[in-house]
């Protein structure tokens, strides 16, 4: 099974209008982080936020969000008033501390964001 | 600045060549990890350490080696190149013991096998 699941290959959004990337996940262990990460046309891997399985608020920063829903299994990244810029490649990630703090990458989301 | 290392960016082989992709960090990572990205598939790991003289295969081992035999130094060799490593590879380091630290991430090489 798959530890990490993003449905939406690619998502289309109109600039300054919100958009969320889907994410589930698989585990069954109690202490688990969250990550997502957003990889640009230039190629590089950059970390956007970290949400922990103990934190009972969602992770905040700046117009990135992580709605996490623990029972659901899911941490969507909410990426608020888009932008040009965001326009990208976009992972969600998880570290299990079960399997000795692996990581598990999903396939990814490709966001366009429309002018 | 403090990161991940990764030599070279572009790379050109010819089908039975060798070659080692070098990545080097200078954070104290315990954990080290290569990845190969090719379209639609994301990230999958090719090997990975959580020190030095400790490695272990991950998904899509065939065909690379790794040693680690100090902490810095993470190389990815690969041991007679085949179209089928036609592929962007990533090296990426992290603390072994903190399951809220993320990875930190090479800028990448990008390899043509032909």
């Known amino acids: 099974a798959q530890k990490i699941t993003q449905t939406q290959p690619g998502m289309f959004v109109q600039e300054k209008e919100a958009v969320t990337l889907d994410c589930t996940y698989d585990?069954?262990?109690?202490?688990?982080?969250l990550f997502w990460y957003k990889q640009p046309s230039s190629g590089e891997m950059i970390f956007l936020i970290y949400?922990?399985?103990?934190?009972?608020q969602n992770a905040t920063e700046g117009r990135y969000s992580l709605n996490f829903q623990k029972a659901r299994k899911s941490a969507n990244l909410v990426i608020s008033a888009s932008q040009l810029g965001d326009s990208a490649m976009y992972f969600c990630?998880?570290?299990?501390?079960?399997?000795?703090?692996?990581?598990?990458f999903g396939t990814g989301t490709s966001l366009t964001v429309i002018p | 600045n403090a990161g991940v290392t990764q030599t070279p960016k572009f790379q050109v082989l010819k089908t039975g060549q060798s070659m080692t992709l070098q990545c080097a960090q200078d954070?104290?990572?315990?954990?080290m990890s290569w990845y190969r990205q090719d379209p639609g598939m994301g990230l999958r790991l090719i090997h990975y350490?959580?020190?030095?003289?400790?490695?272990d295969q991950g998904e899509v081992p065939n065909g690379y080696n790794v040693s680690r035999s100090t902490t810095e130094d993470f190389p990815l060799r690969l041991l007679s190149a085949a179209p089928s490593q036609t592929s962007v590879y990533f090296c990426?380091?992290?603390?072994?013991?903190?399951?809220?630290?993320?990875?930190?991430f090479g800028s990448g090489t990008r390899l043509t096998v032909v």
């Open positions: 990426a380091s992290s603390y072994w013991d903190r399951g809220d630290y993320g990875y930190t």
């Open positions: 585990t069954s262990d109690p202490s688990y982080g």
């Open positions: 949400q922990g399985s103990y934190d009972q």
């Open positions: 990630a998880m570290r299990e501390v079960l399997t000795g703090n692996q990581f598990y």
């Open positions: 954070m104290n990572h315990e954990y």
């Open positions: 350490s959580v020190g030095a003289g400790i490695t």
